[in-house]
T-cell receptor
C-alpha cells in the first residue's frame, strides 16, 4: 500500500534561515506528490505539486520541492524562512487507483524563532 | 470561484447525539472527498463522490457514518450516535477532474467535539 513518511514531527528554525522538510513515499511507479500547509484551526492550502517533468518544482510563497526517485523523496525547501511560515506542513501522495484520494504523512510542525 | 465552504465550522455535541455537516464544493467540480483529521495526524480518507455517486468508503467509515451528495452539488456527512472517538476535524475537498489526478482544494473544516 502507498504510504508517506515525514520523519520530523517538529522543526525549529530561526527567521531568515533556510528550511528543509523531509518527505519519503513508498510506491514503485512515478507518484503524484503534493505539499500542503495548514495554519491552526484551518483547512489545507496547496503549496506545490509534482506530476511529471522537471523534478524541481516551484510553488507559492517562495517554496520549492525536489523529487528524487532514487531516494523516494520529495523534500520541501524555503530560503529564507519568515515568521509567517510557522504552520504545519503535510506531504501527500495521490493514490494510483481511480479514486485519486490523497494519502498524507503525519505532518511536520514548523516553529520560527525571531 | 468562492472556494470550498463547510458548515458549521465548530460543533460540540454530547455522546449519543446525531450530527450533520455540510460541504459546498467549488462550482462545477465533479469530485468531492471527505477526510478526517485527528490531533497530531494527517488527514485520512473517508469517502468520495463522483458527481452524485458515492464510489468508495474507507474502513474508517463505520455504519454510524453516512454521506450523500444529492444532485452532485453539495454533500452532507452524518454521524449517528456519536462517540468520543469521533472527535476530530472533518475536511472536505473537491477537484475538477474525475478521470485523472488533479489538485484537491480543501475547505476550512468542521471541528467536532463529542463530550
Amino acid at each position: 500500500a502507498q504510504s508517506v513518511t515525514q520523519p520530523d514531527i517538529h522543526i525549529t528554525v530561526s527567521e531568515g534561515a533556510s528550511l528543509e522538510l523531509r518527505c519519503n513515499y513508498s510506491y514503485g511507479a512515478t507518484p503524484y506528490l503534493f505539499w500542503y500547509v495548514q495554519s491552526p484551526g484551518q483547512g489545507l492550502q496547496l503549496l506545490l505539486k509534482y506530476f511529471s517533468g522537471d523534478t524541481l518544482v516551484q510553488g507559492i510563497k517562495g517554496f520549492e520541492a525536489e523529487f528524487k526517485r532514487s531516494q523516494s523523496s520529495f523534500n520541501l525547501r524555503k530560503p529564507p524562512v519568515h515568521w509567517s511560515d510557522a504552520a504545519e506542513y503535510f506531504c501527500a501522495v495521490g493514490a494510483m487507483d481511480s479514486s485519486y484520494k490523497l494519502i498524507f504523512g503525519s505532518g511536520t510542525r514548523l516553529l520560527v524563532r525571531p | 470561484d468562492t472556494g470550498v465552504s463547510q458548515d458549521p465550522r465548530h460543533k460540540i455535541t454530547k455522546r449519543g447525539q446525531n450530527v450533520t455537516f455540510r460541504c459546498d464544493p467549488i462550482s462545477e467540480h465533479n469530485r468531492l472527498y471527505w477526510y478526517r483529521q485527528t490531533l497530531g495526524q494527517g488527514p485520512e480518507f473517508l469517502t468520495y463522490f463522483q458527481n452524485e455517486a458515492q464510489l468508495e468508503k474507507s474502513r474508517l467509515l463505520s455504519d454510524r457514518f453516512s454521506a450523500e451528495r444529492p444532485k452532485g452539488s453539495f454533500s452532507t456527512l452524518e454521524i449517528q450516535r456519536t462517540e468520543q472517538g469521533d472527535s476530530a476535524m472533518y475536511l472536505c475537498a473537491s477537484t475538477r477532474s474525475g478521470i485523472k489526478q488533479d489538485t484537491q482544494y480543501f475547505g476550512p473544516g468542521t471541528r467536532l467535539t463529542v463530550l
